[in-house]
């Protein structure tokens, strides 16, 4: 121990006179009396053993961690991932409790794109006020709320009459002022594709309505036992030319069973009801949105529908017959009379 202590300085010393005579090996010898490769030697086995250098002029300060030990670190990941479990486990078929066994009617509003020139805001506002005013009318939001133009698409907002802040006001109307009472809000490849966008609309809601990105598994659960199974997503998986549910039959017959699988995203509509192996009706539907006027779509001769921008879905509790439990209007003032006929009927 006290000879390698004692290597260690005199190995500092030699160091320390070699930089004083200017790294000059010959010049340093004389002044210690030792040979010129004995200081070389000296000198390389100090550089290879990277010892520290100390000056007894100056004293350097003893700087501490900047961070927490490892131990500490992982304890922490360790628990902020269990709660991130949880979370995500929370979101698989999470259940909606409805409180009374009367028919409901949910109107999936389909891809709004507020602020948008080619939005039908007078057909949005009307659904919202048929929703708003009818007992028992509630609202999914299947996403792309806004344009939110990011990245290279950003230029196209010069092609609009609106800016992203009063795109951000719009959407603020639609989830808190519209009179919409929300089940659901999705976010949309839109919602997305702009910086902070889903971060303003999560804040603003304050935990309030679920806003969950592009799909949403759950169960509106009612007093008497019964569930509505729901898959909604602003697009299911799969895609084909010749059928517009094609995603959405493959979510039927792929994915764990559903009475709804319903999506947005490609601007049109359609409805399908079949029984499945097992028995149980699948209702498939694809909302159309409120984008009737659109440039990309008429560049590359789509088709531009003149239906079904909402679909609402009357689900009745009390139905003796699966084909009874849930019904599809792709017209929202037809549902919503019939909602009403229903509840009247349901509830002497």
């Known amino acids: 121990m006290v000879a390698t202590a004692r290597s260690e300085e ?14 000059n090996a010959t010049k340093t010898g004389k002044a210690l009396g030792m040979n010129e490769s004995t200081v070389r030697r000296h000198v390389r086995e100090f550089k290879e053993r990277c010892l520290p250098f100390r000056d007894d002029v100056v004293e350097l300060p003893n700087f501490p961690d900047d961070d927490v030990d490892a131990k500490t670190i992982l304890d922490t990941m360790e628990k902020r991932f269990a709660k991130r479990q949880d979370h995500h486990r929370s979101l698989h078929w999470f259940p909606i409790k409805v409180k009374s066994d009367l028919p409901i009617g949910v109107c999936v509003f389909g891809d709004p794109h507020l602020g948008s020139n080619g939005c039908n805001v007078s057909l949005l506002r009307r659904d919202c006020k048929l929703i708003s005013e009818t007992p028992g009318a509630y609202g999914i939001n299947i996403g792309d709320t806004v344009d939110n133009w990011g990245g290279r698409l950003v230029r196209l907002y010069a092609e609009n009459d609106v800016s992203k802040a009063t795109e951000r006001k719009l959407a603020e109307w639609f989830l808190k002022d519209s009179g919409v009472k929300w089940l659901v809000w999705l976010d949309g490849n839109h919602d997305t594709m702009g910086s902070g966008f889903t971060d303003y609309m999560r804040a603003i809601n304050g935990s309030i309505v ?39 039959e493959r979510a039927a017959y792929m994915d764990e069973d559903a009475d709804i699988y319903v999506a947005g995203h490609h601007h049109t509509w359609a409805t399908k009801r079949k029984e499945m192996p097992n028995g149980a009706i699948a209702n498939l539907a694809r909302v159309r949105g409120y984008k009737w006027i659109d440039d990309h779509a008429d560049r590359h001769g789509f088709n531009s529908q003149q239906n079904g921008a909402s679909i609402m879905f009357v689900i009745r509790p009390k139905a003796k017959s699966a084909v009874e439990f849930v019904r599809m209007f792709e017209d929202i003032e037809d549902g919503c009379e019939y909602l009403k006929i229903i509840r009247e009927k349901d509830g002497r």
């Open 10 to 23: 005199k190995l500092r010393e030699v160091y320390k006179s070699y930089l004083a005579h200017d790294e």
């Open 210 to 248: 679920p806003m969950i990105d592009w799909r949403a598994r759950f169960r509106l659960v009612f007093p008497n036992g019964k569930e509505c199974r729901w898959d909604a997503a602003h697009n299911h998986k799969g895609h084909s030319m010749w059928n517009e549910l094609h995603g959405q």
